[in-house]
């Protein structure tokens, strides 16, 4: 594929709504709310609102811009900045491909809860439905090719036929479902307690754990480190107002975070208490059930939240499936269906670890992690603060923040956090990175705890 034939978004709603999509996931929907409930709740939210609008700001500019201003894939990308850095670009490539089939495995998960509430299956809220599910040898591992599947269906449309027109369809059904589900929610009785947890900053929890805890959160929600943006950004006309776009994926993603918080954490407290906020897929195949099942309508209501979760989960996918498929096209110079084939393929073989796993392969562990896990761990705690690290070192230090500011000024538009921009990227982000990175790696392996 040559570059000058190279697919674009029809313009910046388009790739407003398809970033944003990107972003809000899994990480949103289930992480988001059981970390705030962990770390203090409002001052959770208070600390994760603050680094949303400074340092997740940086460095989505950066990688927007970085693909714009390259027009190519992530590995070409990188190389075209400076030859030297060509191997951040590999690096950076390998984040997807690592997350793409855990992330499906998952993504079937919800697609088979979905048929659950659809067909009225009261055992769903049983405490053991989710353990049997996962422990079958083969009905996950089909309901893992039918997400994988719909994902590979809307990339092979391409750009502006598949990425683009879900985006514009998915998006905003998804923000209308998260607010009518949250209201809902709030009108049950003993909410208040929970909704007070969540929105009050109680100072006294406040801990260098909370800022690291949010940062980490940062990269999962934001689909930071891991050659989307890029990808994206290379899809951006030069019109578009890249500052304009940042500000709204910014305001979309953290919003529907909040609004997951909303939705969720007053919910649990009110049926199970803020103890019942579990980490991990517990919290949305275990204990959300036990809760639906104690709400009025709350067949509904269920149907209704695991249809969200997979729209958040979807779209998330048709980047993690771009992003390799652009890197596939670009390296490799085949079609984009052949390309689809071939990654749809490989996503499958690699997903079955992850699929069975929890099953019949629960007795493989890798540094005492099922593979699901031990994929999450490399992916989101090593590898992604390692390229958001030396993306940091190469435009704040060795190429100049100048090269990604003239970029956001394109066609005399305004910078409006310009200053900040710079500081974040040269002084504090790397540091932050590097903390993440030291503490997410001591924790993954059980040095410390939290």
């Given at each position: 594929?040559?570059e000058?034939k190279r697919?674009s978004?029809?313009?910046?709603?388009g790739f407003?709504l398809?970033a944003a999509g990107?972003?809000?996931?899994?990480?949103?929907?289930w992480?988001f709310?059981?970390?705030?409930?962990q770390?203090?709740?409002g001052?959770?939210?208070l600390?994760?609102?603050?680094?949303?609008?400074?340092f997740?700001?940086?460095l989505?500019?950066?990688e927007?811009?970085?693909g714009?201003?390259?027009?190519?894939?992530?590995?070409?990308?990188?190389k075209?900045?400076?030859?030297?850095?060509?191997?951040l670009?590999?690096l950076?490539a390998?984040?997807?491909?690592?997350?793409f089939?855990?992330?499906?495995?998952?993504?079937?998960?919800?697609?088979?809860?979905?048929?659950?509430y659809?067909?009225g299956?009261?055992?769903v809220?049983s405490?053991?439905?989710?353990g049997?599910?996962?422990?079958?040898?083969?009905e996950?591992?089909?309901?893992f090719?039918i997400f994988?599947?719909?994902?590979?269906i809307?990339v092979?449309?391409?750009?502006e036929?598949?990425i683009?027109?879900?985006?514009?369809f998915?998006?905003?059904v998804?923000?209308v479902?998260?607010?009518?589900?949250?209201?809902?929610v709030?009108?049950?009785?003993?909410?208040?307690?929970?909704?007070y947890?969540?929105l009050?900053p109680?100072f006294?929890?406040?801990?260098p754990?909370t800022v690291?805890?949010?940062?980490?959160?940062?990269?999962y929600?934001?689909?930071?480190a891991?050659g989307?943006?890029?990808t994206?950004?290379?899809y951006?006309k030069k019109?578009v107002?890249?500052?304009?776009?940042?500000?709204?994926?910014?305001?979309f993603?953290?919003?529907i975070?909040?609004?997951?918080?909303?939705m969720i954490?007053?919910?649990v407290?009110?049926f199970?208490?803020?103890?019942g906020?579990?980490?991990?897929p517990?919290l949305m195949?275990?204990?959300l059930?036990?809760?639906?099942?104690?709400m009025p309508?709350?067949?509904?209501?269920?149907?209704a939240?695991?249809?969200l979760?997979?729209f958040?989960a979807?779209?998330?996918?048709?980047?993690?499936?771009?992003?390799?498929?652009?890197f596939?096209?670009?390296?490799f110079h085949?079609?984009?269906?052949?390309?689809?084939?071939?990654?749809?393929?490989?996503?499958?073989i690699?997903?079955i670890?992850?699929?069975l796993?929890?099953g019949?392969w629960?007795?493989i562990?890798?540094?005492g992690k099922d593979?699901l896990?031990?994929?999450?761990?490399?992916?989101?705690s090593v590898?992604?603060?390692?390229?958001?690290?030396?993306?940091c070192?190469?435009?704040g230090?060795?190429?100049?923040t100048k090269?990604?500011?003239d970029?956001?000024k394109?066609?005399?538009?305004?910078?409006?956090?310009?200053?900040?921009?710079?500081?974040?990227?040269?002084?504090?982000?790397?540091?932050?990175?590097i903390?993440i990175?030291?503490?997410?790696?001591?924790?993954?392996?059980?040095?410390i705890?939290?």
């Amino acid at each position: 594929m040559s570059e000058g034939k190279r697919s674009s978004f029809t313009g910046g709603l388009g790739f407003i709504l398809a970033a944003a999509g990107s972003a809000v996931g899994l990480g949103n929907l289930w992480r988001f709310p059981y970390l705030a409930a962990q770390y203090g709740g409002g001052i959770f939210l208070l600390v994760y609102v603050i680094l949303a609008v400074t340092f997740g700001f940086a460095l989505m500019t950066t990688e927007i811009a970085i693909g714009r201003k390259t027009g190519t894939s992530v590995v070409k990308a990188y190389k075209a900045l400076d030859k030297r850095f060509s191997f951040l670009g590999y690096l950076a490539a390998i984040v997807p491909i690592i997350i793409f089939p855990y992330y499906s495995v998952i993504g079937g998960w919800v697609t088979k809860y979905i048929a659950v509430y659809a067909t009225g299956n009261a055992a769903v809220s049983s405490d053991t439905f989710f353990g049997n599910f996962i422990a079958e040898p083969v009905e996950p591992l089909a309901w893992f090719a039918i997400f994988l599947v719909l994902t590979a269906i809307i990339v092979f449309l391409g750009v502006e036929k598949g990425i683009e027109k879900v985006g514009k369809f998915m998006m905003p059904v998804l923000v209308v479902m998260i607010i009518g589900i949250t209201i809902y929610v709030l009108t049950l009785e003993n909410t208040m307690s929970g909704l007070y947890y969540y929105l009050v900053p109680d100072f006294s929890k406040f801990s260098p754990k909370t800022v690291l805890a949010a940062l980490g959160q940062l990269f999962y929600s934001m689909s930071l480190a891991m050659g989307i943006m890029i990808t994206y950004g290379s899809y951006l006309k030069k019109d578009v107002n890249l500052n304009a776009c940042v500000n709204q994926i910014e305001l979309f993603d953290t919003g529907i975070a909040l609004f997951a918080g909303l939705m969720i954490i007053p919910a649990v407290a009110s049926f199970s208490g803020i103890e019942g906020m579990n980490q991990g897929p517990g919290l949305m195949f275990i204990t959300l059930p036990k809760v639906f099942a104690q709400m009025p309508a709350g067949r509904m209501v269920g149907l209704a939240f695991f249809i969200l979760v997979f729209f958040a989960a979807i779209t998330s996918s048709i980047s993690l499936m771009e992003t390799i498929i652009s890197f596939a096209m670009d390296k490799f110079h085949v079609s984009r269906p052949k390309a689809c084939i071939v990654v749809l393929i490989l996503a499958f073989i690699i997903g079955i670890p992850s699929s069975l796993g929890n099953g019949v392969w629960s007795n493989i562990t890798l540094l005492g992690k099922d593979f699901l896990s031990f994929f999450d761990f490399i992916s989101n705690s090593v590898l992604m603060p390692i390229v958001a690290f030396l993306t940091c070192i190469l435009v704040g230090w060795v190429l100049g923040t100048k090269f990604v500011v003239d970029e956001v000024k394109r066609g005399g538009c305004k910078f409006g956090r310009e200053k900040l921009y710079v500081v974040l990227m040269k002084y504090i982000a790397p540091f932050c990175i590097i903390a993440i990175l030291i503490f997410a790696v001591l924790e993954g392996l059980g040095i410390i705890t939290v």
